[in-house]
């Protein structure tokens, strides 16, 4: 049973940028002959109890998690924190100010966008997002969702050949990484703190895509946030190629973290990330994340 597949990063329609719902995500890990899956979604527990509900009638385990949007160190990381107390207070007044401080600024990544000339308005990336506050792949989609429709030249390297598939994610280099014209600094809660506490509500905390280009998670990083609570982190995700699996890896060995594996499924926004194409997830990972729960 220890050797049967685990994904602990994916995400569902109750994410801005999730499109399938937690049933069929359930469904397709049973389909797929997963045993454990975890619904991650972006800064919100949303899909919780409904999803879990589900799990049972189909005999899939879940994981309840949540990806939070932190900062560490003037940097944007995401924490994962599976087997977290969805429904307690503590990760409630946390998700709330995670979700102010995005809505805060989404508005002003917007603004920014309508001071370049970009036809978009928070009206309708808000009612896009599915009432949560919409990362800058979200907006980005939007934009280029309507740039498509429009016919809009000043976005047809967005939306046409071969930078589709990867589109909302080379606007968001082009335009909200730091010192571009859309870049807005980051507004929510500090890593550390959030490290903190969450322990007490259970989650065994896990570092997502360390290797992503907005993180690059050093030895040093990793080493403070061990320390601090860290204790598992995503060596297997989407985002890494084959250098950075073996580098992280490495580091999960020296540093005793637990490595994890998280495919970060969305659907159409990631077009390449096909539900189950992540193959190292084992149910070991699972158990070793349950043994060193506070």
Do not use: C
Not at 86 to 100: C, F, G, T, Y
Not at 253 to 277: C, M, N, Y
């Amino acid at each position: 049973m220890t050797n049967e597949r685990v994904d602990l990063h994916i995400h569902s329609s109750k994410s801005s940028d999730g499109d399938f719902t937690p049933f069929h995500l359930l469904r397709l890990a049973k389909e797929n002959g997963f045993r454990a899956i975890s619904i991650s979604d972006h800064d919100t527990v949303e899909a919780y109890p409904e999803a879990l509900e589900t799990s049972y009638r189909l005999g899939v385990e879940l994981i309840p998690s949540v990806e939070l949007t932190t900062l560490y160190d003037g940097r944007e990381f995401h924490l994962l924190l599976p087997f977290v107390h969805w429904a307690s207070r503590r990760l409630e007044r946390i998700l709330k100010k995670v979700s102010q401080a995005r809505v805060e600024e989404a508005k002003e990544r917007v603004a920014k966008l309508q001071s370049l000339g970009f036809d978009i308005s928070w009206e309708e990336v808000n009612r896009k997002s599915k009432s949560t506050p919409p990362l800058g792949v979200a907006i980005a989609q939007v934009l280029i969702d309507k740039g498509r429709k429009e016919k809009n030249p000043a976005l047809e390297k967005y939306y046409q050949g071969e930078n589709i598939t990867f589109a909302p994610y080379i606007f968001y280099r082009d335009y909200f990484m730091e010192d571009k014209l859309a870049f807005v600094p980051k507004k929510t809660v500090s890593l550390v703190d959030v490290l903190a506490v969450v322990a007490q509500e259970g989650a065994a905390p896990v570092l997502a895509h360390p290797g992503a280009y907005f993180e690059r998670a050093s030895k040093e990083d990793l080493t403070v946030l061990k320390e601090r609570g860290l204790i598992g982190l995503e060596v297997f995700s989407s985002y890494h190629d084959s250098e950075q699996v073996k580098a992280y890896q490495a580091l999960a060995e020296e540093l005793d973290l637990v490595a994890t594996a998280g495919s970060d499924f969305h659907g159409r926004i990631k077009p390449h990330i096909p539900f189950g194409f992540l193959k190292e997830g084992n149910y070991r990972m699972v158990e070793e994340l349950k043994k060193r729960r506070r």
